[in-house]
């Protein structure tokens, strides 16, 4: 891709569960290394979710969807409420945008967190991907 100014970015965290009963609360966090420079921000617009079985293909049973999704840059959760990612697996685009960018700045570490919402046990081993769509901004 050509250089320039901002540059698109996709930026993801993956996490691998085990079929297994998660008590309601249960958070799984990933941190995401952005390799920005000081001069640089990332503005993240939307979010993507991906709920995949073992296999490879999309989950069957609803109370595996049942999880919340949190990003926080630096100290702050962005927004301060969590996104459902049933919600947004469910959705068609699987996509929720953004009213306003999250702005993550040089040195703040950029963290997705899945809670579990449901008691009840996982059917089966899965994976949940939550895509941030993204750009890189050169500052001035």
Same mark, same amino acid.
């Given at each position: 891709?050509?250089?320039?100014?901002?540059?698109?970015?996709?930026?993801?965290?993956?996490?691998?569960?085990?079929?297994?009963?998660?008590?309601?609360?249960?958070?799984?966090?990933?941190?995401?290394?952005?390799?920005?420079?000081?001069?640089?921000?990332?503005?993240?617009?939307?979010?993507?979710?991906?709920?995949?079985?073992? #296999?490879?293909? *999309?989950?069957?049973?609803?109370? &595996? +969807?049942?999880?919340?999704?949190?990003?926080? /840059?630096? !100290?702050?959760? %962005?927004?301060? #409420?969590?996104? *459902?990612?049933?919600?947004?697996? &469910? +959705?068609?685009?699987?996509?929720?945008?953004? /009213?306003? !960018?999250?702005? %993550?700045?040089?040195?703040?570490?950029?963290?997705?967190?899945?809670?579990?919402?449901?008691?009840?046990?996982?059917?089966?081993?899965?994976?949940?991907? %939550?895509?941030?769509?993204?750009?890189?901004?050169?500052?001035?």
């Amino acid at each position: 891709m050509a250089n320039q100014n901002p540059q698109p970015a996709m930026l993801n965290a993956r996490f691998d569960l085990a079929a297994t009963t998660y008590a309601v609360g249960t958070t799984f966090t990933k941190t995401i290394l952005t390799q920005q420079a000081y001069n640089q921000l990332i503005y993240v617009y939307a979010v993507q979710v991906e709920m995949l079985d073992d #296999n490879g293909g *999309s989950l069957g049973t609803v109370s &595996d +969807r049942e999880w919340d999704i949190q990003i926080t /840059s630096g !100290p702050n959760s %962005v927004p301060t #409420n969590n996104f *459902s990612a049933r919600y947004i697996y &469910d +959705r068609g685009d699987k996509t929720l945008a953004l /009213s306003s !960018p999250v702005v %993550v700045t040089h040195r703040q570490p950029l963290q997705v967190h899945i809670e579990r919402k449901d008691g009840t046990a996982v059917s089966e081993r899965m994976t949940v991907i %939550v895509n941030l769509v993204s750009e890189l901004v050169q500052m001035a």
